[in-house]
């Protein structure tokens, strides 16, 4: 007998907003019955083909120390630098670049709440193509 992972949950001081980053971020999507809407307490996104679930809950206490457990990213398609400048521009913020000369490594970034993640190279990239 095993268990399998129901959803991701992520704690949010606005888990609407939380929902409409991390959705843009990788891609996900609402419920259409169940639209997310501003001062929800509880919303979910899912994958397009619905298989993963992220849910943000809001709680009362701002992200205070690094996070236990990350998501690491891969660019669906193109390079991790363009995937970086990407999350960049729809409001994540620089942590740490961990980028090597020889262009292994990835950076840390963290969401509009602090939330640390890492964007890694792509499948193409770490063949060498």
């Not at 083909?49 to 849910?55: A, H, K, T």
């Not at 996070?67 to 942590?95: F, K, M, Y």
Request: hydrophobic fraction near 35%.
């Amino acid at each position: 007998m095993t268990a399998r992972i129901s959803h991701t949950t992520f704690d949010a001081i606005d888990a609407h907003a939380q929902s409409v980053f991390w959705g843009e971020v990788l891609g996900f999507r609402e419920d259409p019955d169940d639209p997310n809407e501003p001062g929800h307490e509880e919303c979910m996104i899912f994958s397009s083909d619905g298989s993963e679930r992220i849910l943000f809950i809001e709680v009362p206490d701002a992200k205070q120390v690094k996070n236990r457990l990350h998501l690491d990213l891969v660019p669906a398609e193109g390079s991790r630098d363009e995937e970086l400048a990407r999350l960049l521009a729809i409001g994540a913020t620089t942590v740490a670049d961990r980028r090597r000369p020889d262009g292994g490594g990835w950076v840390v970034l963290a969401d509009p709440e602090g939330n640390e993640f890492c964007i890694l190279r792509g499948e193409a990239e770490r063949a060498g193509g």
